[in-house]
Nanobody
């Protein structure tokens, strides 16, 4: 059974930092592409950052230079370090895993963690 469990959300002031973590289980983590998405009220879910199995990462333009995604294949964890937070970063953040097995694609989501940036 695939599980993605996010942690680390909370309330932070503008300019502050938060670190999100996602603990994964139930699949071969090292072969999966791992992503962080976010969804703000009334908006579509959007990709924030992704990291491939080879460690190559990509970021939304809105977070480049402020957020860093990383993965620890030994611990089956992916993290998102968020610095210089802005009010517009307020959203529910979701961990996402994508991988293929036996020629079938799989796509899983965590339950989400709330990040609120407010003074």
């Amino acid at each position: 059974q695939v599980q993605l469990v996010e942690s680390g959300g909370g309330l932070v002031q503008p300019g502050g930092s938060l670190s999100l973590s996602c603990a994964a289980s139930g699949f071969t983590f090292s072969t999966a592409a791992m992503n962080w998405y976010r969804q703000a009220p009334g908006k579509e879910r959007e990709l924030v950052a992704g990291i491939l199995s080879n460690g190559r990462s990509n970021y939304a333009d809105s977070v480049k230079g402020r957020f860093t995604i990383s993965r620890d294949n030994a611990k089956n964890m992916v993290s998102l370090q968020m610095n210089g937070l802005k009010s517009e970063d307020t959203a529910v953040y979701y961990c996402n895993a994508r991988y293929s097995a036996y020629l079938r694609p799989y796509n899983y989501w965590g339950q989400g963690t709330q990040v609120t940036v407010s003074a």
